[in-house]
């Protein structure tokens, strides 16, 4: 009997096998190894474990490669002076801000952009020609969107240089303009008259290089700023003549780092701006040793002694009309009178000059006109001595302190009677009109014979008129010229009155009965109003 035959007697179980499975092609099922009955559940857990461990893996590793970006982006920020630093980023944004030129038509868009001028620009960033300040800066570029039409600025390359604490960065670039009327009147105020020329410029475009530079402090301000336009070279391309080019740029009111209109002289202190006296001999002493040392022409003493009556003499100028034209039997008009009979060359004597009574015409109509409160010589520019001509030529800049009366509406803008209100906002304003004075002095007589003068009245409009069209009105048929105003009186003038012409006639808020007569004025032409 085999040892495997169950004994008899003796109870066997019987084990039940599930039985297999098999597929359609007969083959059985594998049985799956570790995911038993009894396995599944702690299985899908540790899965689960696993998988949450390898998402907060990948977490640490995107926090660290997210600090590693912000440790780049610091490092390139602090080297300010690379080509990825912060500075040159800003000098592109801030070619950004004013591709167009100042938004002066979008007073939202155009407050963004004084913000930002002045989070760039250091508060007393020095722009050049002795002038300060970013609110400066910010003045010559609405003056850049006025007298041009300002199409598009871009960026061509830059230069960076590195100094120490300082970082100068050159932005080369192009900027397309179109010449516009107010271009001629406000740049070349000269060439008025030359109405081909005017025609020939009016609605051309151009594109010169303009190069700016930025200098940027520790602070990363811009505390400087300098550029260099290519004027000469545009309108080169346009007028073809040489000659012509010249001419146009002889007398342009563009003063260096390319700032456009008249500029003014920035503000001194009350020593400098204190009026010398009549035997202030040591002053002028000092003066012109200072001008003997710089200059390169040799002057003999008597020359220099010459010099020094010609400063005396403007000075004199300035004192004599510092509150306008006076009324008669004052002693200011005493003096008035002996400037006027002995400082100026006789008409009889020679052609084409500024005589005294031309003089005193011009200062009584002003005085009419407006309310003189104040002149007086901000600085000499130049004294220059011309022994072929035998003159002594000295370049002053002044400043008027005039008021506005509703005289002055009815005799210097008469066009703004329709327009009450404009009328109310003007009258009692002051205006600070900045001007250029050239004194010529005969050398054989020693008496002043040629005076000519510039005043830039439409700068002072601009400060009291800030919308542009509005000023564009008030003064398309002003009637004002170089030197002041047009405006002369036929009769006998009457003592100037000091009340501010408040009983004035025709004028729409104090209509009166006065009979006061009212100054006759004659027509110009506009080329001498905008200048």
Known sequence: MSSHTPALGVYQPTIRRKPKRFKKDGTPYK?????????????????????????????QEVHNMAALRDILRSTALQQR??????????????????????????????QDQRTFMFSVVDAEVDVGNGLRGS???????????????????????????????????????????????????????????NQWLVSHLVGKEAEPTITMSFYFDAEGKCSKFEADMDFVGAFASIVKDPMVVEMLFRNALIADNCQLGMIDEPEQSEFEEKAVAFDGIAYLDQDMNGLKSESRVVLSEAELDFQKSCVLIVEEYYLAFANGHLADGSAPHALQRHFLLHRFVSNTMYANVTTSKT????????SE???????????????EYHRHVETCVITSSARYTL??????????????????????????????????????????????????????????????????????????????VLDGVSCRIKKERSTPSTDNGADCPYFPATVTKSSKVLPHTRTMHIADILT
């Open 31 to 59: 049985p799956r190894k570790g995911w038993g009955p009894y396995r599944s559940v702690p299985n899908e857990r540790a899965v689960e474990f696993n998988l949450q461990l390898d998402v907060q893996t990948l977490q």
């Open 81 to 110: 002076h690379s080509p990825e630093g912060s500075l040159l980023h800003l000098v592109k944004e801030y070619l950004q801000v004013f591709r167009s030129g100042a938004a002066l038509n979008d007073s939202g868009r155009y």
């Open 135 to 193: 609110e400066y800066m910010m003045y010559q570029m609405d003056m850049y969107s006025t007298l041009i039409r300002w199409i598009r600025i871009t960026m061509r390359s830059y230069d960076i240089i590195h100094a120490d604490d300082s970082v100068v960065i050159k932005a080369t670039s192009t900027l397309r303009f179109q010449i516009v009327r107010a271009t001629i009147e406000r740049v070349f105020p000269h060439i008025m008259n």
């Open 359 to 366: 003089v005193e015409d011009r200062w009584m109509s002003l």
């Open 369 to 383: 006109c407006f309310v003189v409160l104040g002149f007086h010589q901000k600085a000499v520019a130049s004294v």
């Open 403 to 480: 008021r506005i009366t509703p005289a002055t509406i009815v005799s210097v803008f008469p066009h703004l009677l329709a327009c009450p209100q404009l009328c109310d906002a003007l009258v009692g304003e002051v205006l600070a009109v900045p001007s250029q004075i050239c004194f010529a002095v005969e050398i054989n007589t020693g008496r002043i014979g040629r005076i000519e003068e510039r005043m830039d009245f439409a700068t002072a409009m601009s400060t009291i008129v800030a919308n542009r069209q509005e000023l564009q009105f008030v003064l398309s048929q002003a009637k004002l």
